[in-house]
C-alpha cells in the first residue's frame, strides 16, 4: 500500500513556482530522493510533512489528506522528520531531545520514558542518553535526531540530507540502522549521495527543477547508466562514474 500519494502536486514558494504538477507514491522500504541543488526536495519533504500546505493537486500522506487543514495534525503525528539541520537547547541532553519529540508528537505522559528508552536504544546511544547534545559527534547527533524522530513510532520516517559531513564509518552505521528501520516504517530519504541510494535504497525518485526526472527501482536507474558506461569504455576514455550515477546525470540532463 502506498503511504504517499501525490497527483499534480504543485508548491509554491512566494510567487515562485517550485513544484510543477508532480505526480508519484511511495510505497514499503526505503525510497531515495536525488535531485540537484535547487531541485526542490526540501520542498518537497517539507510539504510531505505538512510544514507547508500544498499550493494545489493532491496529496494524501498515510491515506489522510494534507490539503485539508483539520487532518493535516493527524499527519504531522504520524510521520517522523529529520530536517537538515536541527536546532536544539544548548543544555539539551539525548534523553531531553528524544522525550521532548514523544511529547511534541502526542505521545501519552505515561508511555514518554518507555518510548525514549526504546528509541535511543534503537540507534545505539543508550550509552550516552545523559550527555548533552553539544558534546556529540556529528554521527551520534545525527543518531539523536533519528531517535527523536521515530520515538513516537511512525509508518512514515522522512529524512532530509542526513548523511552531510559523516565519516565513511558514521556512513555505514547510518545506513545499517536506517535499514533495520525499514522493518517497521517506510523510509523516504533524500541525499546527494547515489552510494546511499544505491545501498539502502529500493527505489528513487529524481526531482529536476521541481519535476519528476526517474521513478522507479534503483537497478532500472543504473541500468540507464550501464549503456553510457560500456559506450565510453568502448572509446577508451577513463571511467570516472557508477552506472547509477550515469543514470542519474542522464535523467537529469534529458530535460
Ligand atoms: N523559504 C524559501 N523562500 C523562497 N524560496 C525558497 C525557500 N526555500 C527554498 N527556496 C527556493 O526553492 C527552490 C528549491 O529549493 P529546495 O531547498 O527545495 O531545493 P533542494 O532540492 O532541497 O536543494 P538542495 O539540494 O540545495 O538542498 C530553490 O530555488 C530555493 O532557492
Not at 64 to 82: M, P, S, W, Y
Not at 137 to 142: A, E, F, I, N, Q
Not at 163 to 191: C, I, K, M, N
Request: glycine fraction near 10%.
Amino acid at each position: 500500500m502506498a503511504v504517499v500519494e501525490a497527483r499534480e502536486l504543485e508548491q509554491r514558494r512566494g510567487t515562485r513556482k517550485i513544484l510543477h504538477g508532480v505526480s508519484f507514491s511511495v510505497g514499503a522500504g526505503v525510497t531515495g530522493l536525488l535531485g540537484p541543488n535547487g531541485a526542490g526536495k526540501t520542498t518537497l519533504l517539507e510539504t510531505l510533512t505538512t510544514l507547508l500546505p500544498p499550493s494545489s493537486g493532491s496529496l494524501v500522506v498515510l491515506g489522510v489528506d494534507a490539503g485539508e487543514r483539520r487532518t493535516r495534525q493527524e499527519i504531522r503525528r504520524r510521520t517522523g522528520f529529520l530536517p537538515q539541520n536541527f536546532g536544539y537547547p544548548s543544555n539539551f541532553r539525548v534523553i531531553d531531545l528524544v522525550e521532548y519529540a514523544a511529547w511534541s508528537k502526542g505521545v501519552p505522559r505515561g508511555r514518554i520514558s518507555e518510548l525514549a528508552h526504546e528509541a535511543i536504544r534503537d540507534v545505539d546511544l543508550a550509552e550516552v542518553e545523559k550527555r548533552p547534545l553539544r558534546a556529540l559527534s556529528g554521527g551520534m547527533l545525527r543518531r539523536a535526531g533519528i531517535a527523536s524522530a521515530i520515538v513516537h513510532r511512525p509508518p512514515l520516517l522522512i529524512l532530509d540530507e542526513p548523511t552531510v559531513g559523516l565519516d565513511p564509518q558514521q556512513r555505514t552505521q547510518f545506513r545499517e540502522l536506517v535499514l533495520s528501520l525499514s522493518a517497521r516504517t517506510s523510509v523516504l530519504l533524500s541525499t546527494h549521495l547515489t552510494e546511499d541510494i544505491s545501498v539502502v535504497c529500493e527505489s528513487v525518485l529524481v526531482l529536476n527543477e521541481g519535476r519528476i526526472a526517474f521513478d522507479g527501482s534503483v537497478r532500472r536507474l543504473s541500468e540507464l547508466g550501464h549503456g553510457e558506461a560500456a559506450q565510453a569504455a568502448a572509446h577508451g576514455d577513463r571511467v570516472t562514474q557508477t552506472a547509477l550515477e550515469r543514470g542519474y546525470d542522464k535523467v537529469v540532463t534529458s530535460v
